[in-house]
């Protein structure tokens, strides 16, 4: 408009000037100056709209490179973290999902067809079709869990509400919370185990220390063997109490292993000789089946390989029934000495076996076998031996017997954290 004006301004200037002027040379002067005024009016017009437009595209250009910017970090970001993202829109159309969401529901390249989105999702879990994620985030629902084939997911719904209050879609969130709900049940199930294990060995205490104090017995053999009994549960509950020391530290410490050498033969006889008094009252058989004259030494932390050692052939013997039978046998090989310890005792559950070195954990059988534990000697064995650099490993066969099998190369071990 302004352009309009300006020009329709100049032409009148011209024909007044061409009214006034009589004198043709003069007119075509006059029309010329005018001209030349009007070009460069519209010189300095144009010059200062093309450097105001510069200017402008210039800081567009900038605003759209950070945005674009900040996108692909968030894409970035979003993309490797490790819980799962999807975003739906309030059509429910699906605007995006990362990587880990592609890993869970199986889709590993290319776009994700948008018409299948749902049947991809319900194979996971149908809380994750688009309508649902929309719906759970608009009544504003609390995480739920789902159980994925034995993993843990914990999703959080996010409503998409931008700066004039219209709600626009929605954003759930998956996490993997197996390992936090692991460490709860073993934590709840250690507790249960000990409050089980405790509640005997007290009550049993008591019941003793009471008959004593009555004066009920008078028979110095029925006291004494009344003593031996209350000695007996108190190293019962203070194997207990060690226990729980062992976990509450496992995890905060460092093994430092007294490595030195050690002949293996002699060590396994002390300590079938130890343990055989025990054994003996069950009418249970230790066998030491290898050469009385074997000699195989190794650098190792003695102490630690006894506390193994100790635990498996404590294990043989309180899940063997009476007159059963153990054999401990040591086996040479170029790289490795492996000690095998096989009982004919109750077994394990195949559907236990790969659980057996979990912290805390103690078979169903063994629980309404009436046999005590706390299920923390198996995975701190393992620890110790691996400490070693080798391997422990368990064969069973329900109502048959188990086999043991440690190994421990013929190297100097290394220590590890994670055990006291």
């Given at each position: 408009m302004a352009s309009f004006v300006l020009l329709l301004t100049c032409f009148t200037a011209m024909l007044v000037i061409f009214m006034l002027l009589e004198n043709k040379e003069h007119m075509y002067i006059a029309a010329a100056a005018v001209i030349a005024a009007h070009v460069l009016v519209w010189w300095f017009i144009y010059r200062k709209i093309l450097i105001d437009e510069a200017a402008f595209f210039e800081g567009v250009t900038e605003d759209m490179y950070a945005i674009h910017f900040r996108l692909r970090t968030f894409e970035t970001a979003v993309r490797q973290i490790r819980d799962g993202v999807i975003i739906v829109s309030e059509e429910e159309d699906l605007v995006y999902m990362n990587e880990t969401v592609r890993n869970l529901f199986a889709v590993y390249e290319g776009e994700v067809d948008i018409s299948r989105y749902d049947e991809f999702a319900a194979g996971f879990s149908e809380k994750l079709e688009r309508a649902k994620i929309i719906e759970a985030a608009n009544e504003n629902r609390p995480p739920e869990t789902i159980n994925f084939k034995g993993q843990y997911y914990k999703t959080s719904y996010i409503a998409l509400v931008p700066e004039k209050g219209r709600w626009r879609g929605a954003v759930a969130v998956i996490s993997d919370v197996t390992e936090s709900i692991k460490a709860d049940r073993m934590q709840s199930e250690f507790i249960s185990n000990v409050s089980h294990e405790l509640r005997?060995?007290?009550?049993?205490?008591?019941?003793?220390?009471?008959?004593?104090?009555?004066?009920?017995?008078e028979d110095e053999a029925t006291v004494h063997e009344f003593l031996e009994t209350i000695v007996t549960e108190t190293d019962e509950i203070n194997r207990l109490i060690q226990d729980f020391r062992k976990l509450a530290s496992m995890d905060y410490q460092e093994l430092v292993l007294n490595i030195d050498e050690c002949n293996i033969p002699p060590l396994v006889r002390m300590l079938v000789k130890k343990l055989s008094l025990s054994a003996n009252k069950r009418a249970i058989t230790i066998n030491c089946m290898f050469p009385e004259d074997l000699n195989l030494s190794l650098e190792i932390d003695r102490a630690r390989i006894e506390q193994v050692i100790t635990n498996i052939l404590n294990n043989s013997i309180k899940y063997t029934?009476?007159?059963?039978?153990?054999?401990?046998?040591?086996?040479?090989?170029?790289?490795?000495?492996?000690i095998v310890i096989r009982d004919n005792g109750m077994g394990i559950p195949e559907e236990d076996l790969s659980r057996v070195f979990e912290?805390?954990?103690?078979?169903?059988?063994?629980?309404?076998?009436?046999?005590?534990?706390t299920g923390l000697g198996l995975g701190i064995s393992k620890q110790i031996v691996e400490a070693h650099g080798?391997?422990?490993?368990?064969?069973?066969?329900?109502?048959?017997?188990?086999?043991v099998?440690?190994?421990?190369?013929?190297?100097?071990?290394?220590?590890?954290p994670g055990i006291l």
């Open positions: 005997t060995p007290l009550t049993n205490v008591k019941t003793y220390a009471e008959t004593l104090m009555t004066g009920a017995v029934d009476e007159k059963g039978r153990i054999d401990v046998e040591i086996i040479s090989a170029q790289n490795c000495v492996q912290r805390l954990f103690r078979s169903e059988k063994a629980k309404t076998g009436g046999t005590s534990g080798g391997t422990i490993e368990i064969e069973s066969v329900y109502g048959r017997g188990t086999t099998t440690i190994t421990l190369p013929r190297n100097k071990g290394r220590g590890v």
